[in-house]
Nanobody, 124 residues
Framework: QVQLVESGGGLVQAGGSLRLSCAAS????????MGWFRQAPGKEREFVAA????????YYADSVKGRFTISRDNAKNTVYLQMNSLNVEDTAVYYC?????????????????WGQGTQVTVSS
């Protein structure tokens, strides 16, 4: 069982930055591929970014490529999402998710564990 706790959300002006963190419980964090997803009001949850277990390959949705960076610190059992050049379309609840030995990074159904989410609001 893995518990995930997100933090770092908040209110930011368009063009600003935020860094989200997701802390995981357990001693096998390095065996989990980690993903970030988001859900805006009235929309379905969508993939944002993922980082693989092992070598740490990264994957991004086209809408955030070049603006967001996902990273992980296995010693701290934490995955991060650095979000720059935020715009109002990035407003959503952001969730982190974990998939042990996962390799289907874009598919939320593949992820076994989810955090409670953190709200990100970007004002114009």
């Amino acid at each position: 069982q893995v518990q995930l706790v997100e933090s770092g959300g908040g209110l930011v002006q368009a063009g600003g930055s935020l860094r989200l963190s997701c802390a995981a419980s357990g001693r096998t964090f390095d065996t989990y591929s980690m993903g970030w997803f988001r859900q805006a009001p009235g929309k379905e949850r969508e993939f944002v970014a993922a980082i693989s277990w092992g070598v740490g390959n990264t994957y991004y949705a086209d809408s955030v490529k070049g603006r967001f960076t996902i990273s992980r610190d296995n010693a701290k059992n934490t995955v991060y999402l650095q979000m720059n050049s935020l715009n109002v379309e990035d407003t959503a609840v952001y969730y982190c998710a974990a998939d042990r030995f996962g390799n289907k990074y874009y598919h939320q159904d593949e992820y076994d564990y989810w955090g409670q989410g953190t709200q990100v609001t970007v004002s114009s």
